[in-house]
């Protein structure tokens, strides 16, 4: 499956389960943190232009609310790639 970053001209190749962080960093795809993926932040939000992650975990939902986050918006480092997906964020 492929993560499309339309805004960098990227696409990822990426595998069902992958971490979402984990793997735009080893592309070198800049994404926010101050935690490095701790979950405590909040700061790597993406936001699902389409496609699917898995379902926010008891962290993830909580740092969603937080921060008001929309429904469309999800905490990268929390997230694991379930399909295809197109993401965009506000600095890319
Ligand atoms: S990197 Fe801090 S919450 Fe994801």
């Not at 990822?12 to 389960?17: E, F, N, P, R, S």
């Not at 496609?51 to 740092?63: H, V």
């Not at 990268?76 to 965009?88: E, F, K, N, R, Y």
């Amino acid at each position: 499956m492929h993560v499309k970053l339309p805004q960098l001209n990227k696409v990822l190749d990426a595998k069902k389960g992958d971490n979402l962080f984990l793997r735009l960093r080893d592309e070198q795809v800049p994404i926010a943190s101050s935690c490095n993926g701790d979950g405590v932040c909040g700061k790597c939000v993406v936001t699902v232009v389409s496609g699917k992650l898995d379902t926010p975990n008891t962290l993830e939902a909580s740092l969603l609310e937080k921060y008001n986050h929309t429904a469309e918006e999800r905490i990268s480092c929390q997230c694991l790639i379930g399909d295809d997906l197109v993401l965009t964020t506000t600095y890319w």
